[in-house]
């Protein structure tokens, strides 16, 4: 049942806000940061999903992206498809990917199967590194340079999407974990033996999650590809994509809806806004991970949720308007 | 057609392969962990020797005598300041820190070293050996013969040593070596000191036989992960078997359908195993 | 009693979660005895045996041997100070052989120093574990892996050996032969706490006896005064 609260109102605040700034004419870097932001709060919402809600510590999101992202490109470059059927398309093919990977990932457990989802990142950048659609020798397509997307989208509309996309993961993630489907995973995160007796499919919950992860992740990928403008295997496939994921659930705080946000901003902000310093992002974000690993796991909501205002601050939010 | 070469060098590298896997399945063996940033410390010894290289001229095998026993206080202090705490919240945590180690150590080698390929390039890392009317290169065999004093410095500290009884104890019934003075947490930085010390002495050996990038410690991670899942858990033979299966799919993938994709095919080779055997060839399924 | 005791434990209490499973428990062992802390099932004396070793961390109370407080300490410092158990279930490494059982046992720097001597005098007490010491552990039969157990505590050479249940699931002429050499452990000079259901056997070896029950300790003294209480009885089978 949905009840209107003061979260609600203030969600639609801040996207209206975020929804006018390009019209008040906020400058361009600014804007860009944002993009990112909301490409960053998709990915983090869908793998806190994977790795917070459902217990697949899936290393592998960034193969999925890089699936979306040359559907797109392909149907783009050889086809002109338009982009109203290209993006679904793309994020289809990536979650029939997952739907076909999951026969054999689903039988790896624990490790191995973070293993093998990282080993997928691996598998795709090599394919797509040796792969040529069209074999011209000296052609500028496929193989290690990759493809052009062009979209004719203007970057403003692309942050719109980007903003959709971003708040839309947010409400996707509202809407799973008040479902059956989120009932049954949280069943089966704290006693998984327990939810099997009580009839709960763990198999069938597992694997929709994890396709509506895949599904989700792959739009945000299209957004990002959009805005590129470009695809190539080995920045598709990188495991920085990885990275951004994993921080921003574990800084912000993993299991909790609000760490997802939180934590991109981080993310956002240390990779963006401290252009001096870009280089060694990826090394602050590193020790920042490992430190909050070892001395705070619940990350900064875990934190400030066992603080009294901040929770006074959400039981207000979260408070039903009559 | 001319196979010898492919798989005599197929063999020959599947025994540095071994050596990779053997610290990962020591890890794994003794504390239920996937080592993630196992391929970060195997590149680890290659850039060390390459430091070493160009600062002080060192010799890359004779620098093994600094190496190694560096590798091995990283290793001990990592797991004894980070792992270990994370261990307690169970294993994620426990696979995630490592990933965060990995993170760190690869983008520190960035910084230092760039991006670029660098390789340990000394006289006889290019030099020929002929055997019949073929030539190797040396350094592979240099490669396969540390591989047997890896497999047997390894068996020897596990079964001769105190270092190696209180590892054992510990797996069996840790409460059990608790009783007997053991501390846990001493005997799990022991091991992860060990397996580094292991994957920086392959480091050195793969630096000499090929370029290495940061991006090489994820290459290596899978390369280890890949031996010990086709050669089975806590089986030095296994593990060894393991390693010449890779090497081989390998050189002989390189052959058949060109370098592009020989990667490719070990890969292929590892998740396959991955999704049919996890327990590996010679694993006993628990 | 004269002097200071060996260990003290002063109104120790100790909690699984919430539940209390040992109630403000005191006792005190001295050098050269051999007490015996005797309850039924669930009276929560392994519980104290672990609380002695480090292995659980006492709730409230102290844990004192000669004189300094381990009731905080690591299981591997107690074991160094000269503290050993022999567990309940025995525990032996049983894909290790005797020897490297017996040299496991052995793992403290101290015990390190002195192991050949050691394992002379386990070897004297328990014959049958030099002969089969190239043997897995696990193919020894059960009086032999007991003595294997008793033989690994003594190879640190404590100078306070607890022995929780050794007669579990034994037949009595093994029985027998375990408590012989228990006494003459205790007469080289080790002191001695041993955990046991079987109360006859217990009081005939040992000088003085508490009986534990549901945690608490409901009866202490010497146990030749100990032997004909009814009391025993009702705070042993709850009458
Ligand atoms: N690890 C544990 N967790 C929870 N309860 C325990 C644990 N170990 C023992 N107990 C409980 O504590 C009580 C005392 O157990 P224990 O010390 O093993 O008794 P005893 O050795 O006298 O048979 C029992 O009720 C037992 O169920
Ligand atoms: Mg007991």
């Known amino acids: 049942m949905f009840r209107l609260n003061a979260e609600y109102i203030l969600l639609v605040i801040l996207t209206l806000i975020m929804a006018l700034l390009p019209v008040v004419g906020i400058g361009w870097y600014t804007l860009h940061v944002l993009f990112l932001f909301f490409v960053y709060l998709a990915l983090a919402n869908m793998w806190n999903l994977l790795a917070g809600y459902s217990g697949l510590v899936s290393l592998g999101q960034p193969a999925f992206m890089g699936i979306a992202g040359y559907t797109l490109a392909m149907l783009l470059w050889f086809f002109d498809t338009p982009l109203y059927i290209a993006i679904p398309a793309a994020c289809a093919a990536a979650t029939a990917f997952a739907a076909v990977l999951s026969i054999p990932l689903f039988r790896m457990r624990g490790f191995y199967f973070s293993i093998g989802t990282l080993l997928l990142n691996e598998i795709c950048r090599v394919w797509f590194n040796w792969w040529r659609p069209i074999p011209v020798p000296g052609a500028p397509v496929g193989g290690g340079a990759g493809f052009g997307i062009r979209s004719g989208l203007s970057p403003i509309s692309i942050y719109y999407l980007a903003l959709a996309v971003g708040i839309a993961s947010i409400i996707l993630m509202r809407f799973i974990l008040g479902s059956k489907l989120g009932a049954g995973l949280m069943a089966i995160r704290d006693n998984e033996r327990a939810a099997a007796t009580c009839g709960i499919d763990i198999f069938r919950c597992k694997l929709y999650s994890f396709l509506i992860a895949t599904f989700f992740t792959g739009l945000a990928a299209c957004v990002f590809y959009l805005f590129q403008g470009h695809i190539e295997p080995t920045g598709a496939f990188s495991i920085s994509w990885l990275n951004v994921m994993l921080m921003a659930v574990i800084i912000g705080g993993i299991s909790t809806e609000e760490g997802p946000i939180v934590g991109s901003a981080i993310v956002v902000l240390l990779s963006q806004l401290l252009p001096r310093y870009a280089e060694y992002s990826p090394l602050i974000l590193g020790v920042l991970l490992t430190l909050i690993i070892t001395f705070t796991p619940p990350g900064i909501i875990g934190m400030m949720r066992k603080t009294r205002l901040y929770n006074a601050m959400l039981k207000y939010l979260s408070k039903p308007i009559t | 057609m001319n196979l010898f070469s492919p798989i005599i060098t197929g063999i020959f590298l599947g025994g540095l392969y071994a050596v990779i896997g053997l610290g990962l399945s020591l890890v794994f063996g003794v504390m239920k962990l996937v080592n993630l940033a196992h391929g970060a410390f195997v590149v680890f010894g290659s850039y060390l020797g390459l430091a070493l290289l160009i600062a002080f001229g060192l010799d890359p095998i004779l620098a093994l005598i600094l190496i190694v026993p560096t590798a091995f206080i990283l290793g001990y202090c990592i797991q004894k300041f980070l792992v270990n705490r994370a261990y307690q919240l169970g294993t994620e945590p426990a696979l995630l820190i490592t990933y965060g180690i990995s993170i760190i150590l690869a983008n520190l080698y960035q910084q230092i070293f760039s991006p670029y390929f660098k390789s340990l390039v000394t006289d006889y890392s290019v030099k020929g050996l002929s055997i019949g009317p073929y030539s190797v290169p040396l350094i592979y065999v240099l490669d396969f013969i540390v591989c047997f004093i890896a497999m047997l410095l390894l068996h020897w500290l596990l079964n001769k040593t105190y270092i190696g009884l209180s590892i054992r104890c510990a797996v069996q019934d840790p409460v059990a070596a608790k009783l007997m003075g053991i501390s846990i947490e001493h005997v799990y930085a022991l091991t992860l000191g060990i397996s580094l010390s292991f994957a920086s002495l392959a480091g050195v050996f793969l630096g000499l036989t090929f370029p290495f990038n940061p991006v090489s410690s994820f290459t290596y991670l899978f390369i280890a992960f890949g031996v010990v899942v086709i050669g089975g858990l806590g089986s030095m033979t296994g593990t060894f078997i393991g390693g010449i299966v890779l090497g081989l799919s390998q050189t002989l993938a390189a052959y058949f359908l060109g370098i592009g994709l020989q990667t490719f095919v070990g890969f292929i080779v590892i998740f396959i195993m991955l999704a049919i055997r996890p327990q590996g060839i010679f694993g006993v399924k628990e | ?239």
């Open chain 3, 1 to 239: 009693m004269p002097g200071e005791p060996l260990l003290k434990l002063e109104s120790v209490s100790i909690y699984y979660g919430n539940f209390c499973a040992v109630k403000n428990v005191s006792l005190s062992v001295y050098e050269g005895e051999i007490v015996s802390l005797i309850g039924a099932n669930g009276a929560g004396k392994t519980t104290v045996m672990n609380a002695i070793m480090g292995l659980v961390h006492p709730a409230k109370g102290s844990i004192i041997f000669e004189g300094k407080r381990i009731d905080k300490l690591d299981t591997s410092q107690i074991v160094s100070l000269g503290v050993s158990l022999v567990p309940e279930g025995r525990r032996i490494f049983s894909t290790l052989t005797v020897y490297e059982n017996l040299m496991a046992g052995a793992y403290t720097p101290r015990a390190r120093a002195q192991r050949e001597q050691m394992l002379k005098r386990v070897y004297d007490l328990f014959p049958i574990l030099q002969e089969r010491s190239k043997q897995l552990a696990g193919t020894l039969s059960g009086g032999e892996q007991q003595m294997l157990a008793i033989g690994r505590a003594l190879m640190s050479n404590p100078k306070l050996l607890l022995l929780d249940e050794i007669s579990l699931g034994l037949s009595p002429i093994v029985t027998l032969k375990l408590y012989d050499a228990i006494r003459r452990i205790n007469s080289e000079g080790t002191t001695i706490l041993l955990v046991e259901q079987n109360v006859r056997q217990s009081l005939k070896i040992s000088s003085r006896a508490y009986i534990l029950k549901s945690g608490e300790i409901v009866l202490s003294g010497y146990s030749k005064d100990l032997k004909d209480e009814e009391e025993i009885k009702s705070a042993y089978f709850g009458v």
